[in-house]
């Protein structure tokens, strides 16, 4: 019997809304996946595309960024420049030959904890579908 | 294009109180090569030259200059910087006015209208590289060449590099003397480059990247190329926190091609001078090309073509796609 992979995902989320929203969904009881590793960002326009990078290169095999919806963000706009910034990198990801389903990208508000499950439940589905990530793993020198 | 008119006005840009030099090109010591050249003084523009083989982007100058700490009681030096810009050149001038890393009163811009230019590693295959300089010119649509005291017609096609096949502004954007007449410009080729990756499937695209980064020596010329890569703090020297590591493998040339190409988003005016540096010959024109086309297609954006614009990634449109989105 083979075990199912299990994808390790890196969530970055903002601290207003996704984050809320995600406390939401845990103290409404709402089940959803435990593949996803949480840091909160002050904002979704904090989240250097480096991070992501680096997420990748350390382990992760997919990585998911939640901000608030355009128009809502605690700082007025940072969730539109985060828009444009990720909307690049999602596309020089694919362009290298990452599989596109590692890379996802929600809104959700602080009153969407059912959203968040929806969104966690696809996360990790698709970077079930697209199997471990080791080509671009960081190799590890233990001294 | 005339040579005497160019050395004229460069005389005269030069002999100017308030200049302290002119960057433009000079014959290389052999072969098709060219080497930059900065003239401080009138009598230096005899050797200025302006020919297909001028291929090199001389706005990298005006922010790789090194800026020593001025001694007590002594004071900067303020005079002005003039610069020889094709159409690609310019538009790295405006896109450095954009993000405010020029002054405006420190350059003085002579634009000089392009027909194109050579790729001399196309040339070379044919025409080896002689101990000599040789000399090169326009002739209608083709280029002359004179390799071992022969005339050569070599065909446009022949011999066009890739980044002018592509030009789409073959004019200069921004100047404040123009030398020469403008130039008609040309109906940009597909890029085939571009097309040809886009075309494979993921795992394909992954084994072509692998195997360009794979080559990667680190040496970071592409950067220090780079008109627009002048940031005084790179993320690529930091050591805390290490964005990239500089253990040489696979995981990092990634990591830095993907930093260095992300770095270009909406900025990069398309010259090529990080494709024609590289030492190892990894095509990093398709990287940056594939970024600058998804910013024109999808968000309708051309970067250096207006230096009051706004800096692409630092604006937004609350219409921006974002069929991507959960």
């Not at chain 2, 308030?18 to 930059?36: H, N």
């Not at chain 2, 001038?93 to 003085?108: A, F, P, S, Y």
């Not at chain 2, 992300?262 to 090529?272: K, P």
């Amino acid at each position: 019997m083979s075990e199912q992979f299990e994808p390790n995902i890196v969530a970055f989320l903002c601290n207003w809304c996704s984050y809320a929203g995600a406390d939401l969904a845990g103290t409404s009881r709402i089940q959803y996946p435990a593949n996803i590793k949480v840091i909160r960002v002050m904002c979704s326009g904090r989240v250097n595309p480096l991070f992501v990078v680096n997420a990748l290169q350390q382990g992760a095999d997919g990585v998911l960024i939640s901000g608030c919806h355009p128009g809502d963000c605690h700082y007025m706009e940072g969730n539109f420049y985060a828009r444009r910034r990720l909307k690049l990198l999602k596309e020089l990801l694919e362009y290298i030959g990452v599989d596109p389903r590692r890379f996802n990208m929600s809104w959700v508000s602080a009153s969407e904890g059912h959203k968040w499950k929806e969104v966690v439940e696809k996360a990790v589905e698709d970077a079930r579908a697209a199997g471990p990530f080791n080509q671009f793993r960081r190799r590890q020198i233990g001294w | 294009m005339d040579l005497n008119k160019l050395r004229e006005t460069a005389a005269g840009i030069v002999s100017r109180e308030d200049v302290k030099y002119l960057i433009g090109w000079r014959r290389g010591t052999f072969g098709y090569r060219v080497s930059p050249y900065f003239i401080e003084d009138a009598a230096g523009v005899e050797e200025l030259i302006f020919s297909p083989l001028c291929i090199s982007n001389l706005a990298t100058y005006l922010t790789l200059v090194e800026r020593l700490p001025v001694p007590r009681g002594q004071q900067p030096d303020e005079r002005k910087v003039a610069l020889l810009v094709k159409g690609c050149d310019s538009r790295a001038v405006n896109q450095l006015l954009v993000e405010k890393g020029i002054n405006r009163d420190r350059v003085i811009v002579v634009g000089l209208p392009c027909p194109g230019m050579v790729d001399w590693k196309l040339l070379a295959e044919k025409y080896p590289e002689t101990e000599a300089p040789v000399e090169m010119r326009w002739q209608g649509d083709d280029f002359l060449l004179v390799h071992n005291g022969q005339e050569i017609v070599v065909p446009r096609a022949e011999a066009l590099a890739e980044k002018c096949r592509l030009c789409r502004h073959p004019n200069p954007v921004i100047s404040d003397a123009t030398v020469g007449e403008p130039v008609q410009p040309w109906e940009p080729a597909e890029d085939s480059g571009v097309g040809e990756i886009e075309a494979k499937s993921a795992p394909e695209r992954w084994a072509y990247w692998e195997e360009q980064f794979s080559k990667c020596l680190r040496c970071y010329s592409c950067r220090n190329v780079c008109p627009l890569c002048y940031c005084e703090d790179c993320i690529l020297d930091r050591l805390n926190p290490t964005w990239v590591n500089r253990a040489f493998n696979f995981s990092e040339n990634t990591a830095f091609h993907l930093a260095r190409a992300f770095h270009l988003a909406g900025r990069c005016i398309e010259c090529g001078e990080c494709e024609r540096v590289c030492p190892a010959g990894i095509p990093l024109g398709r990287l940056n090309r594939k970024l600058a086309k998804t910013v024109r297609e999808e968000y309708g954006f051309e970067p250096g073509l207006d230096a009051e614009g706004e800096p692409f990634q630092a604006s937004y449109r609350p219409e921006d796609p974002e069929e991507f989105i959960l």
